[in-house]
């Protein structure tokens, strides 16, 4: 199995609304990662976590929170959004985190619209 | 710093054409690795290669071949005979130094078309 499954696939919230988006991985990764990618642009990452641990926060906004409960799932817990949040939120997983070479698998997103 | 740039923003092929893509990379670092991702319009991210940079070996996998040159600092793909599931999002990225992440490229849409 190597799939990293996101849910939902699309959301559209407003701004004062809570929503979380999940992710599942059972590749026996140990690196969980959330990207956004805004249209026709690449992905920016946001978040590591390696070892249920988070490791690197790229100066995200309070308002987005992640979330590792086990080495399987990943949550990102959304509140107080911006318009300009909306955004292809990616999942990924790699076996490892630390390593140039550690080749990531990506979930199929899921499509948020901040209203 | 690194940088990955993809310059061909959009290419527009017909089915069986050969198409390459280009991708130029800056790094100061002697130890680095490259990958290409493809992105279909399902969203996700599909991992394709990865080269390190002590491995100018050009790579065929079927129909995708690759062309590593540290000398140009570039890291193309080639695509023989396109075929219209060949229509995506192709971004090349670099990953070096201590960093633990990877810098994508702008990525370059590719549409074949019959």
């Known amino acids: 199995d190597t799939e990293v499954t996101q849910t939902p696939k699309h959301l559209v919230m407003g701004m004062t609304n809570k929503k979380s988006l999940k992710c599942e991985q059972h590749?026996?990764?140990?690196?969980m990662y959330w990207y956004k990618q805004k249209a026709k642009k690449p992905p920016e990452l946001m978040f590591v976590y390696s070892y249920e641990k988070l490791s690197i926060n790229e100066s995200v906004p309070s308002r987005f929170s992640p979330e590792c409960p086990n080495s399987s799932l990943l949550n990102l817990h959304l509140h107080a959004l911006q318009p300009e949040d909306s955004a292809l939120y990616l999942c990924?997983?790699?076996?490892?985190?630390?390593?140039?070479?550690?080749?990531?698998?990506f979930g199929s997103g899921t499509q948020l619209s901040v209203l | 710093a690194q940088k990955v740039t993809q310059a061909q923003t959009e290419i527009s092929v017909v089915e069986k054409e050969d198409v390459t893509l280009d991708c130029v990379y800056e790094?100061?670092?002697?130890?680095?690795?490259l990958f290409w991702y493809k992105q279909p319009p399902s969203g996700e991210l599909v991992f394709l290669i990865r080269?390190?940079?002590?491995?100018?070996q050009n790579e065929i996998s079927g129909r995708y071949s690759w062309n590593f040159q540290k000398s140009t600092s570039s890291f193309n793909f080639t695509i023989t005979a396109s075929q219209v599931v060949d229509s995506a999002v192709y971004f090349c990225?670099?990953?070096?130094?201590?960093?633990?992440?990877?810098?994508f490229g702008t990525g370059t849409r590719l549409q074949v078309t019959l």
């Open positions: 080269r390190n940079s002590f491995d100018e």
């Open positions: 990924a997983s790699s076996q490892e985190e630390v390593g140039l070479e550690e080749k990531l698998f």
């Open positions: 590749m026996g990764h140990r690196a």
């Open positions: 990225a670099l990953s070096s130094g201590t960093a633990s992440k990877l810098t």
């Open positions: 790094t100061r670092d002697t130890t680095y690795y």
